[in-house]
């Protein structure tokens, strides 16, 4: 049986009892239904695993005691950034938790021309924290040790400004260079990725002056959710470690 990890967002103090944090504990007692002794990992983003067990289970907390630290790391050498349209329902969902499972380091999602979502501020605070669980969960059951940067929500332009040393990406649906021929990139690839309907002939435009390459992944028109977790598999069987 697997052990249980969980994400802690702190210090992991050694040969002391504590608490899980509210999410960690909650899972642990209500879904997993963990008892006292259970052995259980956990991470906190410094690239270590702790290994421990579970002290006590109450209605309202769950005490941990961590025996051992770790330096294991699952993650890719290859530096992947995804620009990602933000999309509808639960298709940006879908993206953000299998890029993590397939190694992206850094995540922004991006206003486009052609986005469905629109919400006010606080909405997209309320937003940005559910894809913040969603990355952290994914960490939990692929075995990563440090989570993906998931950066604020930028409008097309914003990201467009952002400075990056990265081979600069598009996908284009026709392009003509194909994204199997990308070369090596040591500081990696910046991807771009637009949402339900594409980017715009203009958005596109405005990516290429700003030193994207248009790629394509074939003939066939995907979905945004299956070009992202595609290009990304791709990138990583050519350059990573798949």
Excluded at 63 to 72: F, Q
Excluded at 160 to 177: D, E, F, K
Excluded at 219 to 242: F, K, M, N, V, Y
């Amino acid at each position: 049986m697997r052990i249980p990890r969980f994400y802690h967002p702190g210090p992991v103090v050694m040969d002391a009892e504590f608490p899980l944090a509210t999410d960690a504990a909650h899972h642990a007692s209500t879904v997993l239904r963990l008892k006292a002794n259970q052995p259980i990992v956990l991470f906190n983003g410094d690239g270590n695993e702790y290994s421990g067990q579970v002290i006590s289970v109450s209605r309202r907390e769950v005490m941990v005691e961590m025996d051992a630290c770790l330096t294991l790391s699952v993650e890719s050498t290859l530096p992947l950034h995804l620009g990602q349209g933000v999309s509808k329902g639960d298709r940006m969902d879908t993206v953000l938790q299998k890029c993590v499972e397939l190694g992206v380091t850094d995540i922004t999602p991006v206003i486009t021309e052609r986005c469905t979502v629109k919400l006010d501020e606080k909405r997209w605070e309320k937003k940005f924290s559910q894809w913040q669980k969603i990355i952290i969960g994914a960490c939990e059951q692929s075995g990563r040790n440090v989570l993906p940067v998931l950066h604020p929500v930028q409008t097309f332009s914003q990201f467009m400004a952002n400075s990056t040393t990265q081979y600069r990406l598009v996908l284009v649906p026709g392009a003509t260079h194909s994204l199997s021929k990308t070369p090596y990139a040591t500081p990696g690839y910046r991807l771009l990725i637009g949402p339900e309907g594409g980017l715009s002939e203009a958005e596109t435009h405005q990516a290429q002056e700003c030193g994207f390459d248009a790629v394509s992944m074939g003939p066939r028109i995907l979905r945004t959710e299956t070009a992202a977790l595609a290009s990304i598999s791709l990138l990583q069987g050519l350059h990573g470690d798949l």
